[in-house]
């Protein structure tokens, strides 16, 4: 039975009221990415960058999931085939709206890394500089997510399942950060069907063979349905 791939960004969670990075007002025009989500940013003011996912971690954490992640879940529960949800988000909205299975590739605010030994654990609901490693003690806590120049998380199970894919969905992401931006092409190479969905034309849009665009909540539940149905 054919399997779909869905890639999702911040356009989905956008509705749930968490901010997008490229928008107008997005999170990037008011922190610097070079500050707040680079190795470097964090090793010259950790203070900073604990206190901005500290905030992000807190406000997702009352962040309800939205029409569009229900949909998801729903299609996960009652497409015959295999439906993988792969996320650049490090919210928890999908599992909040009911998906079983979500690749986090860019990791996720409730996860915690020693910057020091690697161990990973359940991230406190605020952290900081003095916040020890539960592992080797040390007071190397980092959020567990991935920062420009790092490489994203579960790469070769994506590509796995881009390489077995029939249809490829992309929603909610601008297209301009790598290598989710190129997954399109992945999709293409194994001869998957591939749409866009998204308030306006992303990056790589041209590469896409169907498009809709609208918010999240409204456009995901008619594809949805349109699949279920057979109508797409
Ligand atoms: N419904 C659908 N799409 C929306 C909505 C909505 N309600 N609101 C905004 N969008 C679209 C925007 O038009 C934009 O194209 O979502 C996209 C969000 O793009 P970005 O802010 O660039 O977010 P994303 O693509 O997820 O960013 C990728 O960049 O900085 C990093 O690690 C961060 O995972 C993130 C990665």
Redesign the pocket.
């Known amino acids: 039975m054919e399997k779909i791939v869905i890639l999702t960004?911040?356009?989905?969670s956008?509705?749930s009221g968490l901010g997008?990075?490229?928008?107008k007002d997005?999170?990037?025009t008011k922190y610097p990415?070079e500050d707040v989500?680079t190795p470097e940013g964090f090793a010259r003011d950790p203070v900073l960058v604990h206190a901005f996912y500290n905030a992000r971690r807190v406000q997702a954490a009352a962040a309800q999931p939205n029409a569009?992640h229900q949909a998801l879940a729903r299609l996960q529960r009652d497409w015959p085939g295999e439906v993988v949800i792969v996320t650049?988000?490090?919210d928890a909205l999908h599992e909040a709206g009911g998906a079983r299975e979500v690749i986090h590739m860019?990791g996720t605010l409730a996860g915690a890394l020693c910057a020091a030994c690697g161990h990973r654990w359940q991230a406190p609901e605020v952290m900081n500089t003095q916040t020890p490693c539960p592992a080797c003690a040390r007071p190397a806590a980092r959020p567990d997510?991935?920062w420009?120049g790092e490489m994203p998380y579960f790469m070769d199970a994506i590509y796995d399942h881009l390489a077995g894919c029939s249809v490829f969905a992309a929603?909610?992401?601008?297209?301009?950060?790598y290598p989710?931006a190129a997954f399109v092409h992945e999709a293409i190479a194994a001869g998957a069907r591939t749409v866009e969905?998204?308030?306006?034309p992303?990056a790589v849009v041209s590469s896409f063979d169907e498009t809709r665009f609208?918010?999240?909540?409204r456009?995901v539940p008619d594809w949805v349905d349109r699949l279920l149905e057979g109508r797409a």
Do not use: C, Y
């Open positions: 960004g911040a356009g989905i956008a509705e997008t990075f490229r928008d997005g999170i990037w990415l989500a569009a650049q988000n490090v860019h997510v991935v420009f929603i909610g992401t601008s297209g301009q950060v989710a969905m998204n308030l306006e992303s609208g918010p999240a909540s456009i």
